[in-house]
């Protein structure tokens, strides 16, 4: 079993035994989402949010074929600059653990693990989603089927702002993942607040949004609840701006035929450099927000025993 397969730090264990709060944070944020050393600082920084909020952190990694559930931080300092570190999706835990090889994972990956380690709450930045030409490519990340697949609640800032949203919360609703919004009915735009979609459920504190869990896992085991959460007003970048960035590094990408894991990474880079750092700016402040709210749900949600 993959509970079997995972290291967790004394830290975490003795907080998952004793029923105290963590909070998962996945690992691809900071090996191919930001470059050094501002991968390694946000993460840091991330990990002293959710202390803040009441929770222990658990940053999740494949080291050397081992599932590493917290890490230290001379394993941060490895993540952050190495270019041996795999990406890795559920699909790729077995291969990454038999090859003892180093991955860091994604959203899917991050989730199975948080969920056979027994974390219920898991801190992102954006979701993988429905491609803009998934009509065509089937393109769809096997981050929305995991939403799923796994009892815990994922702190987002909506999809990654280059995809299809309206798409992506059809197949949400189609797969029967419960969607809430934090402080308004607009399903955000990862950089911006208002993707234009409207959300049925909104949510206004940490509290509502655990009982509403506890009642889910009593009522409809077995599957997540996805809570968006946008980003600050401050950080964010109007959408009309945001917009012509993401068309203009999608083109870019298209031209070079980028495709697969390295898609992602490829556009945040390119979508960095035309806005002139703006997005990794943004990019950092709502990571560090949904982990705040991440650790006050998983502070309320400990109180539900």
């Known amino acids: ?33 930001m470059p050094y050393p501002t991968n390694r600082e946000t993460a840091a920084a991330v990990e002293g ?4 909020a009441g929770a222990v952190p658990a940053t999740i990694a494949i080291l050397d074929g081992k599932i590493r559930v917290g890490i230290t931080a001379e394993e941060l300092e490895f ?9 890795a999706c559920e699909r790729d835990i077995p291969f990454i653990v038999a090859g003892k090889l180093c991955a860091a994972t994604t959203v899917s990956a991050t989730l199975a693990i ?14 993988g989603a429905v491609g803009p030409d998934a009509s065509t490519t089937m393109d769809i ?28 919360l059809e197949f949400l609703e189609t797969q029967g993942i419960p969607v809430v919004v934090y402080g308004t009915d607009r399903f955000p735009l990862f950089y911006s607040l ?7 459920w909104v949510m ?33 970048i109007p959408e009309s701006e945001i917009r012509k960035a993401i068309d203009s590094a999608l083109a870019y990408v298209a031209e ?20 002139g750092g703006r997005s990794l700016t943004a990019n950092i402040a709502l990571i560090r927000n949904n982990a705040r709210l991440a650790g006050e749900i998983a502070a309320a949600l400990a109180l539900q025993k």
Do not use: W
């Open 194 to 200: 208002d993707s234009g979609e409207r959300v049925d």
């Open 49 to 52: 949010i959710v202390r803040e």
């Open 114 to 127: 948080a969920h056979a380690a027994g974390i219920r709450v898991f801190a992102t930045g954006g979701i």
């Open 204 to 236: 206004e504190s940490a509290g509502e949004i655990a009982r509403v869990f506890a009642i889910q896992v009593a009522t409809l085991p077995g599957r997540g609840l996805l809570v968006a959460n946008p980003i600050p007003s401050e950080s964010a």
């Open 256 to 275: 070079r035929k980028i495709t697969g894991k390295a898609f992602t990474p490829a556009v945040l880079s390119r979508i960095a450099e035309i806005t």
């Open 79 to 87: 993540l952050s600059t190495s270019d041996t570190i795999k990406k």
């Open 141 to 168: 990340s096997a981050d929305l089927p995991a939403l799923g697949r796994y009892e815990c609640i994922t702190v987002c800032s909506g999809a990654k702002a280059f995809m299809d949203v309206a798409g992506t």
């Open 1 to 33: 079993m993959l509970k079997d397969l995972i290291n967790t730090t004394a830290e975490v264990r003795d907080a998952l035994s004793e029923g105290r709060p963590v909070v998962a944070l996945e690992s691809t944020i900071i090996s191919h989402g």
